[in-house]
């Protein structure tokens, strides 16, 4: 059907520039620890953060960044990753939040952002290859930005594809079981020093979820243990049947009499060393102590003559040792190899993700201009069911004409129909549905992503 004379001249409704694809927005800071590093990694890891303080910081985050922002510590690394048009943006919203000027740290964005979080998940970029625990700490994390009242849906989706992708390539590599981790390597050491008829005794510092795994370590291997906290009671109760072979005594206790035994496993959670120049540990005599906490709950100032720390340093050196007949270039290589390949299906799982939510979003907008010709006094006689119809019917055809639309070819669309609407009506339909175009526009996926 022409259009009617006198009709508004032809303009085209095009579609802004747009991103190539829906990781563009997707950016990555990460700390990982060296010498340069440690001093910034221990003021932003919240690992030694109690809940509230945690949260507090992350409402900090979204506030400075204006959307939640996902936030996570491990072993050996601090790893930011927020929605933002550039990396900049997300180093200054955490520079803001912390009061920590970031000198040295790494800056990812779009595809490489994606890529690196899946190194970290996956445990390829982790001291001790194939590490399988960071998986489940990024899980974890994951977790606790879903929980957060600042939760992102999109920067959750790409998370979500992250732990999808880390599990295709560690199944790739064949790295179905963990290597040797922190708590695997302290275990060889216990195992050593028993069979060396050296362990009579041990002080576990601490009785969190470390601190309890460690005690089940040592009674499997009928070592007598003493654990101190800060509440006993509490910690006695905490450890359930565990506690019948315990010892149980408070810091001051353990500080005024401390008992005579070859190894102080400590799993403090501190921001800062508890034991150090100022403070130094209360037992003088020849012992090792394994610091399982993270921050370092014991610097080296704080042991003395003839004791030995097994901090963080101590277990690197001892991974790369395990590594050492890795080919890892090769091994990396490969898992680079295998992550293009998931690339391509990463694109078709967003793309498929991106026209359901855009049709979605279409066919909402169009149910409720339905709903409004309803209810115009030009709907006379009353045809709710065609308008209910009619609404679906343009709403598919958006859908698929979506990226540039000509809104001459609109208004024919709309005038074209043999559906039986006033005139009057149409005229409205027609105002409504050019109107809405923009609005439309501003919701379409990337170029990509269209049918």
């Known amino acids: 059907m022409p259009l009617p004379k006198g009709r508004k001249s032809s303009t085209a409704e095009a ?32 690992e030694a953060f109690e809940p509230p303080e945690r949260e507090a910081y992350l409402n900090a985050l979204a506030s400075f960044h204006g959307s939640g ?3 996570m510590s491990t072993c050996n690394r601090v790893v930011y990753a927020g929605l933002c048009d550039d990396v900049s943006e997300l180093k200054s919203t955490v520079e803001q939040a912390s009061g920590v000027t970031l000198d040295t740290y790494s800056g990812f964005s779009g595809k490489e952002a994606w890529e690196h979080l899946v190194m970290v998940a996956s445990g390829l970029d982790a001291f001790v290859l194939g590490e399988l625990q960071v998986l489940g700490q990024v899980r974890t994390a994951i977790e606790h930005h879903r929980q957060s ?10 998370l979500e594809h992250v732990v999808w992708a880390s599990r295709l390539v560690r199944k790739h590599l064949g790295f179905t079981k963990t290597t040797a981790s922190m708590l ?10 028993v069979e060396g008829g050296g362990l009579t005794g041990c ?21 007598p243990v003493t654990v101190v906290s800060r509440r006993p009671e509490r910690a006695r109760d905490r450890f359930g049947e565990d506690a019948q072979d315990v010892a149980f005594i408070d810091f001051e206790t353990w500080t005024d009499h401390p008992p005579a035994v070859p190894l102080v496993i400590s799993t403090l959670r501190v921001a800062q060393p508890f034991y150090g120049a100022a403070r130094r540990l209360p037992s003088s005599a020849p012992l090792t102590l394994m610091d399982f906490s993270w921050p370092p709950s014991v610097d080296a100032e704080g042991l003395h003559a003839n004791q030995n720390l097994q901090g963080m340093n101590h277990w690197i050196q001892q991974a790369h040792g395990l590594d050492a007949t890795v080919n890892r270039p090769a091994l990396l290589e490969d898992a680079r190899a295998e992550l293009n390949r998931l690339e391509g299906l990463l694109d078709a799982r967003l793309t498929a993700t991106a026209q359901a939510d855009f049709r979605s979003f279409v066919h909402h907008t169009l149910a409720g201009l339905a709903k409004q010709w309803s209810a115009s006094p030009l709907n006379e006689p009353s045809q709710d069911a065609v308008l209910e119809a009619f609404g679906r019917e343009l709403a598919t055809w958006l859908c698929k004409m979506h990226g540039q639309i000509d809104l001459d070819e609109v208004r024919a669309r709309v005038h074209a129909t043999t559906r039986p609407i006033p005139d009057a009506l149409i005229e409205r339909i027609e105002d409504d549905l050019v109107r809405t175009i923009g609005d439309l526009h501003e919701h379409l996926p990337p170029s990509e992503v269209r049918p």
């Open 203 to 223: 002080v576990v510092l601490g009785s969190g979820d470390m601190g309890r795994k460690a005690v089940e370590a040592l009674q499997e291997r009928k070592v």
């Open 69 to 71: 922002l996902f936030e």
């Open 184 to 193: 695997n390597l302290a275990t060889m050491s216990l195992d050593t020093m």
């Open 15 to 46: 579609m802004p520039p747009l991103a190539a694809s829906p990781l563009d927005r997707l950016a990555v800071v990460t700390l990982r620890m060296s010498a340069k590093t440690m001093s910034d990694i221990r003021s932003l890891t919240t």
């Open 149 to 158: 009242m600042h939760a992102n849906p999109e920067l959750l989706q790409h």
